[in-house]
């Protein structure tokens, strides 16, 4: 019994044993295997390359309603939300005091007419006296004075008149188009001061029209070049989810502006169809496409390599085709390029495998290369191959970090706040 019991437990421990060798190399089997793809099949896809931007949305037209003249509200007839229509009443003064002035401003007409019709008699009393020379002539003269001056009482008068029924216009105040009332810091009863008062006068109401809107964004200074007006965009809106407009750029500020610590210049997007879902103050993320191209071959962005040709002769780039169990290098045209793959005019064809990094051979080779050069106390060598750029060729430095645009000239470099050189370009960007 005894030894049966011995073997039970021997058997235990080898079978304990057996499971946890094998777990142990699955384990150092998945650690030293790879950690990502190290090759790439040229395949055929569509690729966008766009400006991306966020900004704030603003009604196209927001007003500021002040009234013109002190007083007293005596009509509010609107609230906050409350959608109102050109000509609709947006409030009234208190107009007593005034109609008061406008009763006083006609006695006195009456009074100056009176006044005119009585010089007037008097004056041609004394132009027939003064032909009878029955009055001299300083009577003559005082007689047109004073009907002068009763002719002038009369016109001022009037002029009083017209001030007050201007002044009287002036306390009723009307929607200058179909608007959307914002807010309403004031309550009925409450004294307002004229705009051409202390401090611009009362603000009464702020209205808007929320059938147009517009996208004031802040476009970075690298992607300024790309843009024109009257391009559509494309826009979403992150608090209606699966929300998405069509905007309109309508301009780019030539001044810039520094948001965020970032400097950038400002562009006015406006929104077409507006949904009665978006309002002012939403935050919305602006997509303008630049270049695209349609079906076309492509590989990913750090299986395209750029190193110069010769002493002070241009860049150019490359890829490693697999051929066979090694790798050839070929020289290849970069078209439209996103954030992750570059179209490949010439070089390549669908199926093909590219590998992403730097082949074994060629890193012996470039190993090689040094350790002679320090042996022989020389300088480097021609540089190694580095990470490809932008499909347009034109940009050799990443976007800064804050912004969305389009990759830089190394496609594996960090992006930077600042424009920074190039790596050195005997160290491969893989």
Known sequence: MKKLVILIVLVGAGAGGYYGWNRWQTVSRAATGPSRPTTA????RDI??????????????????????????????????????????????????????????????????????????????????????????????????????????????????????E???????????DCTI???????????????????????????????????AQVNQADVP??????????????????????????????ATIKNNIKGYPARIAL?????????????NVKIPVASAANVASVPLSAVFTEKASEGGQMERFVYVQQGESFEKRNVKVGVSDFFNAEIQEG?????????????????????QATKQRKGGGEAGSPGPRAAGPASGTRTNPAPASSTSAPGAGANQKASPKSAPNPPASHPSH
């Open 41 to 44: 099949t040229v395949e055929l």
């Open 182 to 216: 914002l807010t309403r810091p004031v309550s009925m009863g409450q004294a307002v001061s004229g705009s051409g008062g202390f401090n611009s006068g009362t603000e009464v109401l702020t209205i808007a029209d929320l059938n147009s809107m517009i996208i004031n």
């Open 348 to 368: 390549l064809k669908e199926g093909e495998v590219v590998s992403l990094e730097l082949p074994k051979e060629e890193r012996d080779k470039k190993g090689q």
């Open 48 to 165: 966008s390359f766009a400006v991306n931007a966020a900004g704030e949305i603003a009604p196209a037209e927001q007003v500021s309603v002040r009234p013109e003249i002190n007083g007293m509200l005596e009509k509010l007839p609107v609230d906050v939300g409350d959608q109102v229509k050109k000509d609709s009443l947006l409030f009234k003064l208190d107009d007593k005091l005034l109609q008061q002035q406008r009763a006083s401003n006609l006695t006195d007409i009456e009074k100056a007419r009176l006044s005119l019709e009585k010089g007037e008699r008097d004056f041609k009393r004394a132009h027939q006296l003064l032909a009878d020379k029955l009055i001299s002539l300083e009577v003559y003269d005082d007689t047109k004075t004073a009907f002068d001056l009763a002719k002038n009482a009369l016109e001022r008068t009037q002029r009083d008149l017209a001030l007050t029924d």
């Open 226 to 255: 790309r843009l024109k007006a009257g391009e559509a965009v494309e826009v979403t809106v992150e608090a209606v989810a699966g929300l998405t407009v069509t905007g309109l750029v309508e301009r780019v500020y030539p001044q």
């Open 272 to 284: 077409k169809n507006v949904d009665p879902r978006i309002r002012p103050g939403m935050t919305a």
């Open 167 to 177: 002044q009287l216009t002036k306390t009723v105040v009307r929607a200058p188009f």
